[in-house]
């Protein structure tokens, strides 16, 4: 059981903070990289991991359903749960699309993550769905890449994520917090976000840099 609900770390958090509290936690290499970026800057995702791993593969295989663990993943994703897609880096999969969107969304999935690529983006931006993505391309993923295994640990955009695990994705990128993490990088977030209310507060203020530094040792 997390110490805050779904919609108590959205509106609590942001991912600078919880990137800063998982280096506190030694978790240094949580973040995924900076091509990783939301379809709308506008969008906040928070939810749990439901994974995908897809394999390239250069042709389609006559009478084989190529979409079939990618259709089961997300005819079975409940609210505020978030499918994550394990593309490569070959540029060559855009696996998410308007028809996955409009699926997951129905079921309540708080948005969707791959290191891939996406398309149908102005449908999609205007669904309002949150999708964070490696790139935009026209691509079908059929004869280009197949997922060989659902809800097992992977690794997205070189970050690892396990099935569960907590995604906060803004407009500043995405991080992962791992369960056996999480309940401590939550409590100290809460903790770093008061001390940055009054830091702001103090700086506005008009005190010195470093003397607010020095009181609250936050930067």
């Known amino acids: 059981m997390s110490l805050f609900s779904i919609e108590e770390i ?17 978790r240094r290499r949580q973040a995924l990289p900076s091509f990783i970026r939301p379809l709308d800057d506008a969008s906040v995702m928070v939810g749990r991991a439901r994974t995908a791993l897809y394999t390239e593969v250069f042709h389609v295989t006559p ?9 089961a993943l997300v005819d079975s994703l409940a609210r505020d749960e978030i499918p ?3 593309c490569g880096r070959s540029g060559r999969i855009a696996p ?32 309002g769905f949150p999708v964070f993505h490696g790139g935009i391309a026209p691509l079908d993923s059929k004869g280009r890449g197949v997922v060989t295994a659902i809800d097992v640990p992977i690794e997205c ?24 993490v999480e309940d401590e990088v939550l409590k100290l977030a809460n903790e770093k976000v008061s001390g940055e209310r009054n830091t702001l507060a103090d700086l506005r203020a008009g005190h010195s840099l470093a003397d607010v530094f020095a009181r609250y040792g936050i930067l």
Not at 104 to 121: E, Q, Y
């Open 157 to 180: 955009g070189g970050v690892e994520v396990r099935p569960g695990d907590l995604v906060f994705g803004d407009a500043d990128g995405v991080v992962v917090v791992p369960r056996d």
């Open 96 to 127: 998410w699309g308007e028809l996955l969107s409009t699926a997951a969304s129905v079921r309540g999935a708080a948005g969707a993550l791959m290191d891939g690529c996406v398309r149908d983006t102005r449908a999609i931006r205007a669904m």
């Open 10 to 26: 959205r509106s609590r958090f942001f991912t600078a903070v919880l990137s800063d509290c998982l280096d506190q936690v030694g």
């Open 84 to 86: 994550v897609f394990a």
């Open 63 to 71: 009478g084989e359903n190529p979409y079939a663990l990618e259709i």
